[in-house]
């Protein structure tokens, strides 16, 4: 695989977690694109939206997508939960160089990870309620977008980001198989 590999999901699926294991396996560097906005602006996600609101931070978010995508090392890239809102990013992540992992879970499996993180300003108010709407929003557009699909929901799993990792992994390994392989 030579290019970038994204996930994608709700808040709570695992992307960072999951991404910095899938980042140390494949020996690239990892970006948590939240993180680069919260670096490149000096503001938190939390504060950008109280202050500019959700179309600015969107307009940022979609910014910093286009940057670690056009960037020519490979990297392992956690979008922000609602990057693919955006035509533009969505566009992007269907790039044939970029590999697309959407990570899914239940909105009530998720709420429970997600409500002691206070960087999560779409959550305010009733968790499960707001990721159910997110969910049913979103759908579409990470179908669009997702080369492989991976349920991170335990308890069916006993290690459910180390089986996301390798299976991800194993994934991944399948696509250079194919890209090496003549036509």
Same mark, same amino acid.
């Not at 968790?127 to 979103?138: G, I, K, N, Q, Y």
């Given at each position: ?12 699926t ?8 899938i980042?140390?396996?494949l ?13 490149? +602006? ?9 202050v ?9 978010e979609?910014?910093v997508?286009?940057?670690?995508? #056009?960037a020519?090392e ?18 992007l *992540? ?5 590999f ?13 990870r +997600? ?6 300003? *779409?959550l305010?108010?009733?968790?499960? #309620?707001? *990721?159910?709407?997110? #969910? ?8 669009e977008v997702?080369?492989?699909t991976?349920?991170?929901?335990p308890?069916?799993?006993l #290690?459910?980001?180390?089986e ?20």
């Amino acid at each position: 695989m030579t290019g970038h590999t994204v996930l994608v999901g709700l808040s709570g699926t695992g992307k960072t977690s999951v991404g910095r294991r899938i980042a140390a396996l494949l020996s690239r560097p990892f970006v948590d694109a939240d993180e680069e906005i919260e670096e490149r +602006t000096g503001r938190t996600v939390r504060g950008i939206f109280a202050v500019d609101g959700e179309p600015a931070f969107r307009e940022l978010e979609a910014k910093v997508m286009a940057d670690v995508l #056009a960037a020519p090392e490979p990297s392992v890239i956690a979008a922000g939960g609602g990057a693919v809102v955006t035509d533009t990013t969505r566009k992007l *992540l269907q790039q044939p160089d970029v590999f697309v992992v959407w990570l899914t879970a239940t909105p009530e499996f998720l709420a429970s990870r +997600t409500t002691k993180r206070a960087h999560r300003p *779409l959550l305010d108010g009733d968790p499960v #309620a707001a *990721l159910s709407r997110l #969910a049913e929003a979103r759908a579409d557009w990470y179908a669009e977008v997702a080369d492989v699909t991976f349920d991170v929901q335990p308890p069916h799993r006993l #290690a459910p980001k180390s089986e996301a990792r390798d299976n991800i992994a194993h994934a991944l390994s399948g696509m250079v198989r194919d890209h090496e392989s003549p036509t």
